[in-house]
């Protein structure tokens, strides 16, 4: 169906998830709140769109790879000790371990998209900080997920994608939707009060290396020395980020 029409049925399904579970009440929405969360919402839904568009042009691993990059740009500024560079410089290690540099023939519009993608998940990142401090997380993630219907189902209404639309691709868009969105934004909110954005972004250094984990798990896809080794740098950066911002706290 596209990616357009994947991602309009992934964040449209899961906005009516969130918007019957959680029953913001718009009205009640202040000024201040409305000038983060629409620009969250609106930041969450593009960084969806663009992400399947690139990966409908370029392997998911680098994608995945590349999109990280945003995170790490926070997390770098972020940091103010030793330390925490240590574990952004672990986190970057694996990266480019885990990524498939050796693939000739990259689409560069692919590269792009993944690179905006990344951009985007940075904006997400902040901008859900910012906003886990003023609303309740699920007013927030269900609020900001309808702007991102709001901003992503037309593209997949002009695409024609939904057009094609069949029972199981309904059956399908629905697991994505509570999979892909719905609990993990949800958790991801939660997380975000709680967490340094620094520390969030670290942490979200897990997802090339669950990615790589999952396919080895349903699509058989074995993995290198270098990609295994990548993993544990991740897995390093990841708890040690969160060790450290434990004891800062104490």
């Known amino acids: 169906i596209g990616a357009a029409g994947t991602a309009s049925l992934r964040i449209g399904i899961s906005a009516i998830i969130l ?49 990280f990059i945003g995170p790490l740009v926070v997390a770098v500024i972020g940091s103010k000790r030793l330390i925490d560079y240590l574990w952004v410089l672990l986190a970057t290690a694996g990266i480019v371990l885990i990524a498939p540099w050796s693939n000739n023939g990259i689409d560069l519009l692919g590269v792009l998209f993944a690179l905006l993608a990344g951009a985007f998940w940075a904006a997400y990142i902040v901008l859900g900080t910012k906003v886990s401090k003023i609303m309740k997380g699920g007013d927030a993630v269900a609020t900001g997920m309808l702007f991102a219907s709001i901003l992503i189902v037309p593209f997949g209404i002009l695409e024609n994608g939904l057009t094609n639309l069949t029972p199981t691709f309904l059956y399908l868009g629905i697991a994505l939707a509570l999979l892909s969105s719905a609990i993990p934004f949800t958790l991801e909110m939660k997380a975000l009060a709680q967490l340094p954005a620094r520390t969030f972004s670290i942490l979200m250094s897990l997802e090339p290396a669950a990615a790589s ?26 708890v040690g980020s969160t060790i450290t911002s434990k004891r800062t706290t104490i």
């Open 213 to 238: 984990i999952f396919a080895f798990i349903f699509l058989q896809e074995y993995l290198t020395f270098n990609e295994i080794l990548a993993v544990v740098f991740v897995v390093i950066a990841s």
């Open 19 to 67: 918007l019957a579970v959680y029953r913001p009440n718009l009205l009640k929405i202040t000024p201040n709140q409305w000038k983060i969360v629409i620009p969250y919402g609106l930041s969450l839904g593009a960084m969806n769109l663009i992400f399947y568009l690139a990966i409908e042009r370029i392997p998911i691993g680098l994608a995945v790879t590349l999109e």
